[in-house]
Nanobody, 127 residues
């Protein structure tokens, strides 16, 4: 099972942008769909976005559509989450997770489908 690590979080004002990265210490995470989740204080971990292994298919939580973009590099070493027009409600620890296969499914939107997680990266949106 590939161990993933997230980075790129920080403190940003409302309306600002951040780009999160997720990788496996320079190793490829394989031909798998990738997913981003987030967990706000006192709340359950929730799905944010998914991308298929080919990069051709993407899916987003409704509240981030038009603001967030998930992408990956061609070598499948890093998956990104570009976050624009950030809002205070986006404040959370962000995590990435690899699907079992090349396509994401409804099951991949359930955090309980994944057995292990990295440390995550903190995103705080505040003025």
């Amino acid at each position: 099972q590939v161990q993933l690590a997230e980075s790129g979080g920080g403190l940003v004002e409302p309306g600002g942008s951040l780009r999160l990265s997720c990788g496996a210490s320079g190793r490829t995470f394989g031909y798998r769909a990738m997913n981003w989740f987030r967990q706000a204080p006192g709340k359950a971990r929730e799905w944010v976005a998914s991308i298929s292994a080919s990069g051709l298919n993407r899916s987003y939580k409704d509240s981030v559509k038009g603001r967030f973009t998930i992408s990956m590099d061609n070598a499948r070493i890093t998956v990104y989450l570009q976050m624009n027009n950030l809002k205070p409600e986006d404040t959370a620890i962000y995590y990435c997770a690899a699907s079992r296969g090349p396509y994401y499914s409804d099951q991949d939107q359930d955090a309980h489908s994944f057995g292990s997680w990295g440390q995550g990266t903190q995103v705080t949106v505040s003025s």
